[in-house]
């Protein structure tokens, strides 16, 4: 991975004027993050924390020093700070050269030392924070992007910490706390009427990253999308209907996954027989609830159910049209500029899980679309390609590597998704067969 110095150089982001300040915002995010992945591995024992518990994902102490080697190669060398350990350190902790499934046989730091070299990261970081210019113009500084680049990481490592102790199965994982989820009442899986017209895409917040740049319009025709992701309680029906024993719903890699696998059921669904169903959710065995989000869904079951519905996935340009509002107004949440509250979506991963259905009417988009931004990341119908104008920046390895037909973008957040990293225009975006993640979907078709 190479780096620059924050030097002055081209960086295809609009411009906007002279950038507010940022420094505050940007310590408190940082340390949003590490206190919530510190709260969430800080009663594993030592064997726990090294071991791989599956080959989908690292083994937890390596995310650890790997994001604390991500901050100090980005907000401390990169900004002209020295180096606080070996360089050797990249190699090991570099993402793109170890796969996952090879990283329990690295030389890895040991836990105690992974939290201590994170903790000299940022204390150095803290220091050379100090010094950094708040009203620098240089690509890596202007907005303190380098600084929301660096927490939206670990933020996102925080979520892949909970998809890996979602895995564990020995000791199962029991969280330290969960805030309370809202309980509605019951809500009808009503559809919105989206007007066609032009729908604008991309972002132009500070700390977008560089998929999402630069912005512009697109063409939308008319179209019908659920007012709610599709529940537990909708699924079940295609389930117990047949639905994964008819090939007619199933794109054809979908249907040879399905039956390479034996999938019959959505990741940590338990059958009982006689139409009962529990599952299992971070080391405990409950009733699977009806009315909440189905979740660990990959694309092609989600494909499938959208077809056996009569259905389809919206396309990417479709989601974000739905989430700004068809009046035009350049909104960078479905309910207008204000960031995420916890009365308005469901974010930040201390619920440990979606709520059901109907749960923020705060959070309501313009033309009466719910929860667009948490609860589930929400599969499209769409690639993983760059818009016309696309520069890489800072880094290739970030977005431009993955450009192409073997990722689909997941839109909207899931209830462990951070709020710095939630907007109209942020993309995600992973395989079509992966389940592990915390995404759900909701269906739309032509307006007729």
């Excluded at 009663?43 to 102490?61: A, C, F, K, V």
């Excluded at 494909?303 to 396309?315: E, H, I, Q």
């Excluded at 880094?395 to 990722?407: A, K, Q």
Aim: proline share 10%; hydrophobic share 35%; with cysteine.
């Amino acid at each position: 991975m190479m780096f620059q110095m924050a030097e002055e150089r081209s960086h295809p982001r609009e411009e906007g004027g002279a950038h507010p300040p940022w420094k505050s915002r940007a310590w408190t995010e940082l340390e949003t993050a590490r206190a919530r992945v510190l709260a969430m591995l800080g009663g594993l024992p030592e064997d726990e924390l090294r071991r791989q518990h599956s080959p989908l994902m690292s083994p937890l102490i390596w995310d650890v020093a790997h994001v604390a080697n991500y901050e100090e190669q980005w907000l401390l060398r990169a900004l002209g700070a020295p180096a606080i350990t070996d360089p050797a350190f990249d190699a090991i902790y570099d993402a793109f050269r170890h796969p996952r499934s090879t990283r329990a046989e690295l030389p890895l730091l040991p836990p105690e030392a992974a939290f201590a070299y994170a903790r000299r990261v940022r204390e150095a970081v803290r220091e050379h924070l100090h010094r950094l210019p708040e009203d620098s113009t240089a690509p890596l500084l202007a907005g303190g992007y380098v600084f929301g680049m660096v927490a939206q990481h670990e933020q996102q490592h925080a979520e892949t910490l909970a998809a890996t102790l979602q895995l564990m199965t020995s000791p199962e994982y029991h969280v330290p706390s969960a805030r309370p989820r809202p309980r509605p009442g019951a809500v009808p899986q009503a559809e919105v009427f989206i007007p066609g017209g032009e729908a604008r895409l991309g972002s132009t917040s500070p700390w977008a990253y560089d998929n999402e740049r630069p912005t512009f319009s697109q063409h939308v025709a008319p179209f019908l999308m659920d007012a709610h992701p599709v529940t537990n309680g909708d699924y079940l029906v295609f389930v117990e209907a047949g639905g994964y024993e008819d090939p007619r719903w199933w794109h054809p890699k979908g249907w040879e996954v399905i039956q390479a696998e034996g999938l019959k059921y959505p990741g940590f669904w338990l059958p009982q027989g006689n139409h009962t169903w529990l599952r299992r959710r971070f080391g405990q065995v409950e009733p699977l609830p009806k009315d909440e989000p189905v979740q660990h869904v990959c694309w092609y079951e989600a494909d499938a159910y959208a077809r056996w519905a009569g259905k389809r996935l919206p396309t990417e340009a479709e989601w974000e049209k739905a989430a700004r509002g068809s009046d035009g107004r350049p909104r960078e949440y479905p309910w207008g500029d204000t960031p995420p509250t916890r009365a308005r979506a469901n974010l930040d991963g201390s619920t440990w899980g979606p709520a059901p259905v109907g749960s923020y009417p705060q959070g309501v988009s313009q033309d009466g679309v719910w929860g667009l931004l948490g609860d589930v990341w929400e599969w499209t119908a769409s690639d993983f390609r760059p818009y016309a104008g696309f520069s890489a920046f800072p880094y290739p390895e970030y977005s431009e590597v993955f450009f192409g037909e073997s990722y689909k973008v997941l839109r909207g957040g899931a209830w462990a998704s951070a709020p710095v990293a939630m907007r109209n225009g942020f993309r995600n975006w992973d395989f079509p067969n992966r389940r592990q993640i915390f995404a759900g979907f909701r269906c739309a078709r032509n307006a007729r």
